[in-house]
Structure formats: C-alpha cells, structure tokens
C-alpha cells in the first residue's frame, strides 16, 4: 500500500510563473501543478510508475519556488523529494548519478574521488578541456579542487584575533571542503576578526543533500548521523554555516529524517536551533567588523541570490541588505537578482539545455548593470555562474565573505 501524501492543490496555477523549469519549457508536466496531479495518481495506482514519470518528477531543480508561492499550503518540495526516493525505488538511478551518490556517502571516497579529479584536472589536454561540457559547463572553466582539503589544512580549533567575544562551530559542507576553500578561510578570517573562537569539527561530511534530492535516502542516513555526532552537545553561540543548502540540511531536513525514521530528534532539534548562514550572522553583528581606511574607491557589485537563501530563508533581503552596508560598495541589483540561475545541484548536467537558457538569462542581466563582482553564496551556483562567463571575463563570480574579507583591516 502506498502512502498517500496529502494534498489540496485548487490548480490556480500560481506557482507556474514562479517555476524556472516550466518559465522555460512552457510544457503542463514541466509545472509543479502536473507533477502534483501525477503523484497524486501514482499513489492512487491510476498511474504506473515509468521511466517517463522519472524523468518529469527529475525535471526540477528542487528551488522550493513553488512551496513558498503555494496559497494552499503545499509542501512540494517534501512531496517531490519522496516521489524522487519512490522513483529510485521502482526505475533505478542512472550510472552517473549512482557514482554521484556513491561518492558522497562516505567521507573516505569523497576524499579519494576529489584527489582523483585534482590529478585528472592537471593532465586533462587543453584542447579536449575547451571542447567538452559537463552538462552546460566547459571542462575549462570548472575550478581547480582545493590541492588540500580545507578541514585538513586548519586547525580543530582556532583562535580569535582579539579578545573573545564567543565560540562557534564550523560546518564547512564539502563544497568548501574540496572545492572552494576561499570561502572558508573568508569565513574563519572574518570569525576571527570579530573575536569568534572557531571549531571545525574533523569528522563532518556531506550534508546529505544531493543524497536526498536524488532519493537516496538510505545513502544519505550515515552522512546524516556522522554530522549530528560531530556538531550535538558543543556549547557555543551558533553553528555556522557558509552554505544555503547545508544549512537547509541541518536546519529542516535532520529533524525532519529522523523522526521518519522513528527516532528521537531532539538531538537534531537542538542543533537545528543553532544554525546560522555566516552572511545573516555578519548582518546581525555589522559594528564589530573593522574596515581598511585606505580603500576609498568604491567596488561595483552585484548579487544572484540561491534559491535556498531565498525559498528556505528568506535570507537573500539580509544578504542584500549586508552587502549595501558595506562601505567600499557599489550595489547594482539586476532586474533578476532572485531568479534561480539554473544550476540546481546537478540540474546543470541532467538538463543542460534548459539550465543553460537560465544562466544565459542571468549573465545579460548581470552583466547590464555593469558590476565587476558577482556575488552568490551557494556554491553550485557559483560554479554555474562562474562556468558560463569565459576564464577572462571582466565580471569575476566570488562568495560575499571572500569580498568582505578582503577589506577587512590588518588582514
Ligand atoms: S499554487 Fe498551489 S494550489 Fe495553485 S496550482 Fe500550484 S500547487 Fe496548486
Ligand atoms: S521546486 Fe522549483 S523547479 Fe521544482 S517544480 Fe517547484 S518551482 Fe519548479
């Protein structure tokens, strides 16, 4: 027997012009609506699971648009990420997404992979670099993996610069782990300016995301136990977070995991309680940042806010608002500024021709505002900005805390 998800959709069509898929394809089963109707029969066994329903229900880029623009209430982006677990279940998972998933599961072999893909990086022959994609991005202009990975290369604890004013825990996702470790040495530079003692706990992983957006659920329940073991029961200020969608992990999905599972979650509640994006946590302490006085020409920026800063947060209003406070900037909001950019965790490679018609979109806009800084705070969306500019454009995609730190005084 199938269980049934709760639903009441009146079909008035509202949550279409905020869809990024179905603005693009124009198509009814491309809209959140259809895929409802569709779950809806599959539950009722009207409907029989298909390699085609796989692909509609794999046809979204789970930015929570439709949830948040819902009259109705409708938590679709719960709904779809069971119907995605179901969809697994009865069609299997293409062998791409598989190693995906197989990787992310263990702390161990994402490590093993992400050296691979150093070493790959460094031998792959130009020509072939410039010539293939990896969905709508060149090989060439994809970043170099960090040479260290970032939680090897600091300290468990470290120290402020002046004198304390608190304690926080670092989740650094592996995003920053192995990909982008100027986030983190941004974050933990800032943390320390403002008289944070900082903990990055050594055992952390994944956050389990690309795990459950891609139903499986199973794979995802270590990542989620090793990181409740690393961040429960440390009595700080906040756990800190540089990431919208590991903070939409730590904050919605662990207790809501757990108790499907049938286990308690307080644990999970408690450290949910505390997690912070390090962009809100700035915001709220502005005064204690000290700036260089010896800029004075102003930077002209611009933002593509992540749909989890958005959807999940609300956060992208504090994230603006944080970046027109800053003294050396010149803020230029582009027309789209909240559109998601088409990057969706792996959206960017499964359909890479509707992801690109959104960055392309998101490029124009960008560029006619004339900044030379394109500020986001999701790393897949940096990597989707980023990877569909050329290697040598003016206009250079970075994550806010790697802007303010760098105007930061006595860095
Ligand atoms: S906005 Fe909500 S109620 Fe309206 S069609 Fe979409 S899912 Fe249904
Ligand atoms: S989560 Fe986003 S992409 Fe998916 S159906 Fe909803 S609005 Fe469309």
Redo the contacts with the bound molecule.
Sequence with gaps: MKKKTPQNCGKCGL?LN?????KVLKEEP???RA?LQLIKAYENDTLSSSPLLKEIMSK????????TNCPSGID??ST?MEMRRKMVEDQGETPAIKSLTYLLAREYRLKFGAGLARTGQKFVPDLFARNYKLGNIPLKNFPTLNATPFRKAHDVIIHPDKKPVGKVVYFTGCATNYLYDDTGVATIGILKHMGYEILIPRDQTCCAIPLLFHGAADRASKNITTNINALKGHDVDAIIVDCSTCGEALTNEYPRFIEQQGQNPSEANAIAEKVMNILSFIDQQFDRLEFDPNITEKLSVTYHAP?HTKNNFNAHIIVERLIERLPFVDYKRAVDADE?CGG?GTFFYEYPEVSKKMVDKKIENAKAVNASQWLTDCPVCRMNLAGNLDTDDPLKVLHPVTLIYSALKDI
């Excluded at 905020?18 to 179905?22: F, I, K, L, S």
């Design positions: 949550c905020v869809c990024p898929v179905y491309a809209s959140p895929k979204c880029l789970m930015c929570g648009s439709c949830t679709h982006y779809f749909c998601c969706g």
